[in-house]
């Protein structure tokens, strides 16, 4: 499909596009055997159409294989809007990707990702009710980043233990990659458990605020995927994981919430044929997903979603044991383990 490396075809891809409010979506719904597609809308100033097709494809995927080892009743869709050039209304914008989210009637269901805030989540509202991630008076609801963070955060506890032989996080080293929505909160939690930080962002704002308020060494974000940690934590952008940066990592254990993190599935044996336990993006990074879905549902009740998130670090202590027995990778574990799931729904 488009010559991609897809393990499994798409069901439906839409491609919609909206003069008046500059908008260009793709969405893309990967598998709905265990129910809806639900994921995210990214915005994002791709270099071109084809680049946008790839992140939209990949992501709906990756989303299928989250929402199925996070047992949730939901299939995999992923929406990606280009970054319209010069000015645009926001609001006209996210108006007319609601209307395209509600054509699908109910076959994708969209949420907030890396350049979406909850107020565009808001004006979708108002245009189709296939939207979560809604901040609500009096009920659960809103930004699902602190919920991804969490996950992470138990997924390096998880990992620490298991390949580290770590009992707790005090004196961990850990690097952080982004220190955007799921990257800030997962460094309070770890400076919090008493990990050492080492940080870099793009915005030199955020590092420094790392630096005041958890004494946090900060490097450059050439330097970041090669620091001498024993975590790294890339919480950025995708494909930072490829064959140019893995040989330069330090780090024994990778665990992180930037989806897509290996440019490749061949890159999950380079990290393997180095030493390093990758923990896939899609099991680590599902807290979000838990909470916008436990809130589309209605199911949303703080403790009962963060216990729920919580139990992401069993499945990591599961995959763990499992590759021990199959021998493959972590990365190649986790695909067959939630193609399994796919199959049975
Ligand atoms: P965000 O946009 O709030 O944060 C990204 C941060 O990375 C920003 O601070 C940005 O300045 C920084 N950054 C960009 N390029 C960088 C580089 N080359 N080096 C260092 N820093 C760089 O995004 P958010 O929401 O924190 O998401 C981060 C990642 O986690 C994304 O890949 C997203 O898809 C993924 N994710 C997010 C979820 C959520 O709940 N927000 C859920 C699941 C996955």
Same mark, same amino acid.
């Given at each position: 499909?488009?010559?991609?490396?897809h393990q499994?075809?798409?069901?439906r891809?839409?491609?919609?596009?909206?003069?008046?409010?500059g908008?260009r979506t793709l969405?893309?719904?990967?598998n709905t055997?265990?129910?809806?597609g639900?994921g995210?809308c990214?915005v994002?100033?791709?270099?071109?159409d084809?680049?946008a097709?790839h992140d939209?494809?990949r992501?709906?995927q990756?989303?299928?294989?989250?929402?199925?080892?996070?047992?949730?009743?939901?299939?995999?869709?992923k929406?990606?809007?280009?970054k319209p050039?010069?000015?645009?209304?926001?609001?006209?914008?996210f108006a007319?990707?609601?209307r395209?989210?509600?054509?699908?009637q109910g076959?994708y269901?969209?949420?907030?990702?890396v350049g979406?805030?909850?107020?565009?989540?808001?004006?979708v509202?108002r245009?189709t009710k296939?939207?979560?991630?809604?901040p609500r008076e009096?009920?659960?609801?809103g930004?699902p980043?602190?919920?991804t963070a969490?996950g992470?955060?138990?997924?390096v *506890? #998880? $990992?620490a /233990?298991a390949?580290?032989?770590?009992?707790?996080?005090?004196g961990?080293?850990? @690097?952080i990659?982004?220190? =955007?929505?799921?990257g800030w909160?997962?460094?309070e939690?770890?400076? *919090? #458990? $008493?990990? /050492?930080?080492?940080?870099?962002d793009?915005d030199p704002?955020?590092?420094?605020? @790392?630096?005041a308020?958890f =004494?946090?060494?900060?490097v450059?974000v050439d330097?970041?995927l090669?620091a001498p940690?024993?975590?790294?934590?890339?919480?950025?952008l995708?494909a930072s994981?490829?064959a140019?940066?893995?040989?330069?990592?330090?780090a024994?254990?990778?665990?992180?919430?930037a989806n897509n993190?290996?440019?490749?599935?061949s890159d999950?044996?380079l990290?393997?044929d180095?030493?390093?336990?990758?923990?896939?993006d899609?099991?680590?990074?599902?807290?979000?997903i838990?909470?916008v879905a436990?809130e589309?549902?209605?199911?949303g009740?703080e403790?009962a979603v963060?216990?729920?998130v919580s139990?992401?670090?069993?499945?990591v202590?599961?995959?763990l044991?499992r590759?021990?027995?199959?021998?493959?990778?972590p990365?190649?574990?986790?695909?067959?383990?939630?193609q399994?799931?796919?199959v049975?729904?």
């Open positions: 499909f488009f010559g991609l490396p499994a075809p798409h069901e891809v839409l491609i919609a596009a909206d003069e008046a409010s908008l969405i893309a719904v990967h055997a265990r129910g809806p639900f995210g990214r994002w100033a791709y270099e071109n084809l680049a097709h939209a494809l992501l709906s990756g989303m299928s294989y989250k929402n199925a080892l996070a047992n949730l009743p939901f299939g995999g869709g929406a990606v809007i280009v050039k010069g000015e645009f209304n926001r609001e006209q914008l007319a990707f609601a395209a989210v509600d054509s699908l076959a269901i969209t949420a907030e990702d979406t805030t909850t107020a565009d989540m808001r004006v509202q245009h296939y939207v979560s991630g809604i009096g009920a659960f609801g930004d980043s602190p919920k969490w992470v955060f138990v997924s *506890q #998880a $990992g /233990k390949v580290l032989g770590r009992s707790d996080l005090q961990l080293t850990v @690097a990659q982004g220190l =955007g929505a799921v909160h997962l460094a939690f770890l400076h *919090q #458990a $008493g990990a /050492k930080l080492t940080v870099a793009i704002g955020k590092t420094a605020k @790392a630096q308020q =004494g946090a060494t900060v450059g330097q970041i090669a940690v024993d975590v790294l934590a890339p919480c950025a995708g994981l490829n140019t940066t893995i040989p330069t990592l330090q024994k254990l990778v665990c992180g919430a993190q290996l440019a490749l599935p999950g044996n990290l393997a180095r030493g390093i336990a990758y923990l896939p899609y099991l680590v990074n599902a807290g979000g838990i909470s436990r589309y549902r209605g199911e009740e403790q963060m216990a729920e139990r992401i670090a069993e499945r202590t599961e995959l044991a590759i021990k027995v199959s021998g493959r990778t990365a190649a574990e986790a695909d067959a383990w939630a399994s799931l796919l049975r729904a």
